[in-house]
Protein backbone atom coordinates (compact mmCIF):
# COMPACT_ATOMS: atom_id res chain seq x y z
CA UNK A 1 0.00 0.00 0.00
CA UNK A 2 1.32 3.27 -1.06
CA UNK A 3 0.84 6.24 1.68
CA UNK A 4 0.28 9.96 0.51
CA UNK A 5 2.90 12.45 0.32
CA UNK A 6 2.36 15.97 -0.29
CA UNK A 7 5.08 18.62 -0.90
CA UNK A 8 5.06 22.82 -1.72
CA UNK A 9 7.76 23.83 -3.72
CA UNK A 10 7.77 27.79 -2.21
CA UNK A 11 10.02 28.29 -5.26
CA UNK A 12 11.51 32.05 -5.06
CA UNK A 13 9.77 33.06 -2.53
CA UNK A 14 9.82 33.97 1.29
CA UNK A 15 11.98 35.51 3.17
CA UNK A 16 13.86 33.83 6.16
CA UNK A 17 11.33 35.21 8.64
CA UNK A 18 8.52 34.69 6.08
CA UNK A 19 9.51 30.78 6.06
CA UNK A 20 9.68 30.77 10.36
CA UNK A 21 5.86 32.50 10.28
CA UNK A 22 4.66 29.81 7.96
CA UNK A 23 6.22 26.53 9.04
CA UNK A 24 4.96 27.59 12.41
CA UNK A 25 1.68 28.08 11.30
CA UNK A 26 1.52 24.63 9.58
CA UNK A 27 3.28 22.90 12.78
CA UNK A 28 -0.29 23.61 14.30
CA UNK A 29 -2.64 23.37 11.59
CA UNK A 30 -0.83 20.32 10.15
CA UNK A 31 -0.51 18.30 13.75
CA UNK A 32 -1.76 14.53 13.38
CA UNK A 33 -1.84 14.31 9.77
CA UNK A 34 -0.16 10.90 9.08
CA UNK A 35 1.42 10.87 5.59
CA UNK A 36 4.27 12.46 4.46
CA UNK A 37 4.21 16.76 4.63
CA UNK A 38 7.05 18.40 2.74
CA UNK A 39 7.97 22.35 2.69
CA UNK A 40 10.46 23.57 -0.31
CA UNK A 41 11.79 26.94 1.06
CA UNK A 42 14.57 28.90 -0.64
CA UNK A 43 18.07 27.75 -0.07
CA UNK A 44 18.19 31.04 1.93
CA UNK A 45 15.94 30.30 4.23
CA UNK A 46 16.60 26.27 4.90
CA UNK A 47 18.66 26.68 8.26
CA UNK A 48 15.67 28.89 10.01
CA UNK A 49 13.02 26.34 8.27
CA UNK A 50 15.02 22.90 9.33
CA UNK A 51 14.67 24.63 13.16
CA UNK A 52 11.53 25.76 12.59
CA UNK A 53 9.92 22.30 11.31
CA UNK A 54 12.32 20.67 14.37
CA UNK A 55 10.07 18.24 16.62
CA UNK A 56 6.92 18.19 13.98
CA UNK A 57 5.83 16.09 11.42
CA UNK A 58 6.76 18.57 8.57
CA UNK A 59 9.99 17.81 6.14
CA UNK A 60 12.06 20.27 4.91
CA UNK A 61 13.63 19.79 1.55
CA UNK A 62 15.81 22.05 -1.09
CA UNK A 63 14.45 23.20 -4.70
CA UNK A 64 17.52 22.05 -6.24
CA UNK A 65 21.42 21.35 -5.81
CA UNK A 66 24.72 21.24 -7.75
CA UNK A 67 25.48 18.73 -9.38
CA UNK A 68 29.29 18.34 -7.44
CA UNK A 69 30.39 17.75 -4.46
CA UNK A 70 32.39 20.93 -4.09
CA UNK A 71 34.71 23.11 -6.17
CA UNK A 72 34.77 26.24 -8.12
CA UNK A 73 31.41 26.24 -9.30
CA UNK A 74 30.13 30.15 -8.22
CA UNK A 75 26.63 30.75 -7.38
CA UNK A 76 25.95 26.90 -6.67
CA UNK A 77 25.29 25.19 -3.25
CA UNK A 78 26.15 21.49 -2.84
CA UNK A 79 24.71 18.48 -1.48
CA UNK A 80 26.86 18.58 1.29
CA UNK A 81 25.94 22.23 2.26
CA UNK A 82 22.31 20.88 2.66
CA UNK A 83 23.24 17.66 4.63
CA UNK A 84 24.87 19.74 7.22
CA UNK A 85 21.38 21.93 7.28
CA UNK A 86 19.45 18.73 8.08
CA UNK A 87 17.74 19.07 5.08
CA UNK A 88 17.04 15.35 4.08
CA UNK A 89 15.31 15.75 0.53
CA UNK A 90 15.64 17.79 -2.58
CA UNK A 91 13.48 18.15 -5.70
CA UNK A 92 15.16 18.01 -8.76
CA UNK A 93 14.25 18.24 -12.51
CA UNK A 94 11.93 20.49 -11.92
CA UNK A 95 10.47 22.45 -15.43
CA UNK A 96 11.54 25.58 -14.59
CA UNK A 97 14.88 24.36 -14.05
CA UNK A 98 14.84 22.37 -16.82
CA UNK A 99 13.53 25.30 -19.62
CA UNK A 100 14.60 28.68 -18.20
CA UNK A 101 17.93 27.26 -16.52
CA UNK A 102 18.63 24.52 -19.53
CA UNK A 103 18.81 21.20 -17.40
CA UNK A 104 19.59 18.50 -19.45
CA UNK A 105 18.09 14.80 -18.51
CA UNK A 106 21.83 13.94 -18.45
CA UNK A 107 22.41 17.00 -15.68
CA UNK A 108 19.51 16.02 -12.99
CA UNK A 109 20.65 12.58 -13.79
CA UNK A 110 24.00 13.60 -12.30
CA UNK A 111 22.63 15.42 -9.35
CA UNK A 112 20.14 12.43 -8.58
CA UNK A 113 22.61 9.90 -8.32
CA UNK A 114 24.52 12.31 -6.22
CA UNK A 115 22.03 12.98 -3.87
CA UNK A 116 21.29 9.12 -3.22
CA UNK A 117 24.92 8.57 -2.41
CA UNK A 118 24.58 11.15 0.14
CA UNK A 119 21.01 9.39 1.64
CA UNK A 120 18.91 12.32 0.39
CA UNK A 121 15.38 11.58 -0.78
CA UNK A 122 14.59 12.75 -4.28
CA UNK A 123 11.86 14.46 -5.81
CA UNK A 124 12.09 13.89 -9.27
CA UNK A 125 10.27 16.18 -11.55
CA UNK A 126 9.20 15.33 -15.44
CA UNK A 127 6.34 16.35 -17.42
CA UNK A 128 5.34 17.22 -21.10
CA UNK A 129 4.92 20.70 -22.51
CA UNK A 130 1.57 21.99 -23.99
CA UNK A 131 3.35 21.22 -27.87
CA UNK A 132 4.65 18.11 -26.57
CA UNK A 133 1.12 17.10 -25.51
CA UNK A 134 -0.72 18.75 -28.27
CA UNK A 135 1.29 16.17 -30.42
CA UNK A 136 -0.06 13.51 -28.72
CA UNK A 137 3.87 13.08 -27.05
CA UNK A 138 2.94 13.77 -23.23
CA UNK A 139 3.60 9.87 -22.51
CA UNK A 140 6.87 9.24 -24.54
CA UNK A 141 8.21 12.64 -22.97
CA UNK A 142 7.44 11.78 -19.35
CA UNK A 143 8.69 8.39 -19.90
CA UNK A 144 11.85 9.33 -21.69
CA UNK A 145 12.28 11.68 -18.87
CA UNK A 146 11.92 9.09 -16.02
CA UNK A 147 14.37 6.55 -18.24
CA UNK A 148 16.76 9.20 -18.69
CA UNK A 149 16.37 10.81 -15.16
CA UNK A 150 16.83 6.91 -13.28
CA UNK A 151 19.21 6.18 -15.82
CA UNK A 152 21.95 3.82 -13.19
CA UNK A 153 20.01 3.78 -10.55
CA UNK A 154 19.55 0.75 -8.86
CA UNK A 155 16.30 -0.96 -7.56
CA UNK A 156 17.07 -0.69 -4.23
CA UNK A 157 17.69 3.34 -4.38
CA UNK A 158 14.30 3.57 -5.87
CA UNK A 159 12.51 3.76 -2.04
CA UNK A 160 14.28 7.20 -1.92
CA UNK A 161 13.02 8.92 -4.80
CA UNK A 162 9.10 10.20 -5.58
CA UNK A 163 8.43 11.07 -9.26
CA UNK A 164 6.23 14.29 -9.90
CA UNK A 165 4.48 14.41 -12.94
CA UNK A 166 4.36 18.06 -13.64
CA UNK A 167 2.35 19.09 -16.81
CA UNK A 168 4.54 22.00 -17.92
CA UNK A 169 1.35 24.03 -19.36
CA UNK A 170 -0.57 23.42 -15.60
CA UNK A 171 1.77 25.17 -13.45
CA UNK A 172 1.35 28.22 -12.22
CA UNK A 173 -1.85 28.74 -15.19
CA UNK A 174 -4.39 27.66 -13.15
CA UNK A 175 -4.82 24.76 -15.70
CA UNK A 176 -5.01 21.48 -14.24
CA UNK A 177 -5.10 18.15 -15.97
CA UNK A 178 -7.85 16.43 -15.20
CA UNK A 179 -7.53 13.37 -12.95
CA UNK A 180 -8.04 11.15 -15.50
CA UNK A 181 -6.26 12.86 -17.65
CA UNK A 182 -2.95 12.97 -14.92
CA UNK A 183 -4.28 9.40 -14.01
CA UNK A 184 -3.29 7.89 -17.24
CA UNK A 185 -0.19 9.23 -17.39
CA UNK A 186 0.83 8.60 -13.82
CA UNK A 187 -0.43 4.87 -15.05
CA UNK A 188 2.10 4.70 -18.28
CA UNK A 189 5.10 6.04 -15.44
CA UNK A 190 4.32 3.43 -13.52
CA UNK A 191 4.29 0.94 -16.20
CA UNK A 192 7.98 2.60 -17.62
CA UNK A 193 8.99 2.25 -13.72
CA UNK A 194 8.02 -1.75 -13.97
CA UNK A 195 9.90 -2.11 -17.26
CA UNK A 196 12.93 -0.61 -16.39
CA UNK A 197 12.68 -2.48 -12.77
CA UNK A 198 9.85 -4.69 -11.72
CA UNK A 199 6.13 -4.56 -11.09
CA UNK A 200 7.37 -4.59 -7.08
CA UNK A 201 9.34 -1.63 -7.86
CA UNK A 202 6.67 0.26 -10.08
CA UNK A 203 3.67 -0.99 -7.54
CA UNK A 204 5.46 0.67 -4.47
CA UNK A 205 6.34 3.94 -6.32
CA UNK A 206 5.08 7.42 -5.04
CA UNK A 207 3.98 9.30 -7.81
CA UNK A 208 2.76 13.25 -7.23
CA UNK A 209 0.82 15.41 -9.24
CA UNK A 210 1.99 19.08 -9.45
CA UNK A 211 0.35 21.99 -11.36
CA UNK A 212 -2.15 24.06 -10.41
CA UNK A 213 -3.17 21.57 -7.17
CA UNK A 214 -5.81 24.13 -5.08
CA UNK A 215 -8.00 23.09 -2.07
CA UNK A 216 -10.85 22.83 -4.25
CA UNK A 217 -9.29 20.15 -6.99
CA UNK A 218 -6.81 18.45 -4.39
CA UNK A 219 -9.60 15.87 -3.23
CA UNK A 220 -10.44 14.52 -6.39
CA UNK A 221 -7.20 14.19 -7.93
CA UNK A 222 -6.05 12.08 -4.78
CA UNK A 223 -8.74 9.65 -5.38
CA UNK A 224 -7.31 8.24 -8.63
CA UNK A 225 -5.24 4.96 -8.50
CA UNK A 226 -1.66 6.15 -9.40
CA UNK A 227 -1.65 9.90 -7.95
CA UNK A 228 -0.36 8.97 -4.16
CA UNK A 229 0.24 12.75 -3.32
CA UNK A 230 1.13 15.98 -5.04
CA UNK A 231 3.56 18.89 -5.51
CA UNK A 232 2.05 22.16 -5.04
CA UNK A 233 3.53 25.67 -6.10
CA UNK A 234 1.33 28.25 -5.61
CA UNK A 235 -1.17 27.10 -2.97
CA UNK A 236 1.98 25.69 -0.86
CA UNK A 237 2.82 29.73 0.26
CA UNK A 238 -0.30 30.56 1.99
CA UNK A 239 -0.84 28.05 5.53
CA UNK A 240 -4.79 27.74 5.09
CA UNK A 241 -4.53 26.52 1.34
CA UNK A 242 -1.69 24.49 1.70
CA UNK A 243 -3.10 22.67 5.01
CA UNK A 244 -6.29 22.10 3.03
CA UNK A 245 -4.47 20.44 0.45
CA UNK A 246 -2.03 18.45 3.01
CA UNK A 247 -5.53 17.71 4.76
CA UNK A 248 -7.42 16.64 1.72
CA UNK A 249 -8.48 13.26 3.36
CA UNK A 250 -10.06 14.68 6.71
P1 LIG B 1 1.73 25.50 -9.18
O1 LIG B 1 3.26 24.98 -9.25
O2 LIG B 1 1.06 24.67 -8.10
O3 LIG B 1 1.84 26.95 -8.81
O4 LIG B 1 1.13 25.26 -10.50
C1 LIG B 1 3.59 23.63 -9.13
C2 LIG B 1 5.07 23.43 -9.29
O5 LIG B 1 5.69 24.09 -10.13
O6 LIG B 1 5.67 22.61 -8.58
Same mark, same amino acid.
Given at each position: ???????????????????????????????????????????????????????????????????????????????????????????? @?? !??????? %? #??? &??? *????? +???????????????????????????????????????????????????????????????????????????????????????????????? @?? !??????? %? #??? &??? *????? +????????????????????
Amino acid at each position: MRSYFIAGNWKMHKTVGETVSLINELKNSLKGVSHKVLVAPPFTALDAAVKAAEGSNILVGAQNMSNKESGAHTGEVSVVMLKDLGVGCVIL @GH !SERRIIY %K #ESD &AFI *NEKVK +LALVHGLEVILCVGETLEEREAGKAETVVNEQLEKGLSGISEDKLPRITIAYEPVWAIGTGKTATPEDADEIHASARKKIAALYSQAAADAMLIQY @GG !SVKPDNA %K #ELM &AMD *NIDGA +LVGGAALDSASFTAIARFDS
